[in-house]
């Protein structure tokens, strides 16, 4: 049994480290663009996609919480080397995505003081290292998570407030949506709870000793929690940006979020947003390298003895990739539609772990939850691929 206060802290910790880590510079980007494509029936978009996330969600981490094992032994229960191509898609998957991380740090970095992207990336780099320093890693990490989860929040709220969006309007589309785009929908989903993001906050629940029957309750707390947290911020973006939207402005493509609270609130609006943006950015790199380190430490020695170096070598290495050859945009698009391949290979595994009953003790696990999970799988799958054959065509183009 886990003591009360430690399980508390971590089960909060890891509900806003899988948030925070879906809160990226392109969660961002995309909500402000399918806010201007979509209007008030991107409301009916998020609603799906976050019973899509809880349904996703509460399978992967029950049943690693359940059986005491991360997702890539568990993998390997289900197939012998299953988990070693799993760790290989989230590692890379990982490295793609924490290149615009880094780079979005930068840029945040750039909007406040003016100084060049490249140095705002070793600054932001620099901030992540030193937690990454502590002996108390699961902590800081927990910490740093909550302070800037809960800045974006506030702040994104305070943008909404200003805009003064169509409530009732959003609201009644939400359920009675003008206009249904599935694959939005699909892209959501992936970028919430697709690749590393899911298993950020079960690794940190694990690592936390938040396991077995007697936190069963915990854990669903958590998983659930995190997907709300994610949502409110997706909520608040999304009210924030149709305030701009619906009065007539056009968002500036080359970066829609920025121009949203620009118009929103002038140069203070831009400001907050570069505020946004760095808390977005850096706490997707704690999350996206503390979880790919989680997954290769399996199978390397080196990376168990060296946890917290393997870590910062991990960031170090997206730093130099962004400063040597700067924002890869191809390979981020890319990355981005094979983010949504990833989510039904891995749902898939972890469901296929449930034939192993001997893993789970006297936990049985619903079977109207595993149901849920089959369907978020299929049709995460059938949208991931045609989504990714439309980019990967573009890139032949």
């Known amino acids: 049994m886990v003591k009360r206060g430690v399980s508390a802290g971590a089960v909060l910790g890891a509900a806003f480290l899988m948030a925070t880590s879906a809160i990226g510079p392109g969660f961002l980007t995309q909500t402000a663009v399918f806010t201007e494509q979509l209007l008030t029936s991107f409301g009916f978009v998020i609603l799906m996609s976050i019973l899509l996330d809880i349904g996703a969600q509460l399978n992967i981490w ?27 898609l989230i590692v890379l998957g990982g490295f793609a995505f924490n290149i615009g991380n880094i780079a979005g740090t930068g840029l945040a970095v750039n909007v406040l003081t003016g100084i060049s992207p490249e140095w705002g990336a070793v600054i932001s780099a620099a901030f992540a290292i030193l937690i990454f320093l502590s002996k108390d890693l699961g902590s800081k990490i927990d910490l740093t998570a909550k302070i800037l989860g809960g800045l974006m929040i506030l702040l994104t709220a305070y943008v909404a407030v200003t805009t003064k969006p169509p409530v ?15 694959l939005a929908i699909v892209t959501l989903v992936g970028g919430t709870v697709g690749g590393y993001i899911t298993f950020a906050g079960g690794h940190r629940l694990l690592d936390a000793g938040v396991v077995g029957e007697e936190n069963l309750a915990e854990v669903t707390k958590s998983s659930v929690s995190g997907i709300i947290i994610a949502g409110l911020m997706r909520v608040l973006l999304f009210l924030a940006v149709l305030g701009v939207v619906a009065k007539g402005h056009a968002l500036d493509p080359s970066n829609p979020p920025a121009s949203a609270f620009k118009i929103a609130a002038g140069t203070v609006g831009y400001k907050l947003f570069g ?46 990739v962004f400063v040597t050859v700067g924002k890869p945009v191809k390979l981020l698009i890319l990355a981005g539609a094979f983010n949504g391949l990833i989510l039904p290979v891995t749902l898939t595994a972890m469901l296929l772990v449930l034939r192993k009953k001997e893993l789970f003790g006297n936990y049985r696990h619903p079977v109207w939850l595993t149901i ?26």
């Open 62 to 88: 029950r049943i690693i919480t359940m059986t005491k094992k991360p997702g890539q032994e568990l993998a390997d229960q289900v197939l012998p080397g299953l988990g070693v191509f799993i760790t290989f």
């Open 275 to 320: 505020l946004v943006l760095w808390a977005a950015a850096i706490t997707s790199v704690i999350g996206s390298a503390y979880t790919s380190m989680s997954f290769l430490k399996t199978y390397s020695k080196k990376v168990r003895e060296n946890y917290n170096i393997a870590i910062i070598v991990f960031v170090l290495l997206s730093l130099a």
């Open 372 to 397: 849920f999970g089959v369907v978020v799988a299929l049709a995460v799958g059938y949208f991931g691929i045609v989504s990714f054959k439309d980019q990967f065509l573009k890139l032949l183009s």
């Open 168 to 182: 009732g309007e959003a609201l009644y589309r939400t359920f009675v949506p003008a206009k249904v785009d599935f």
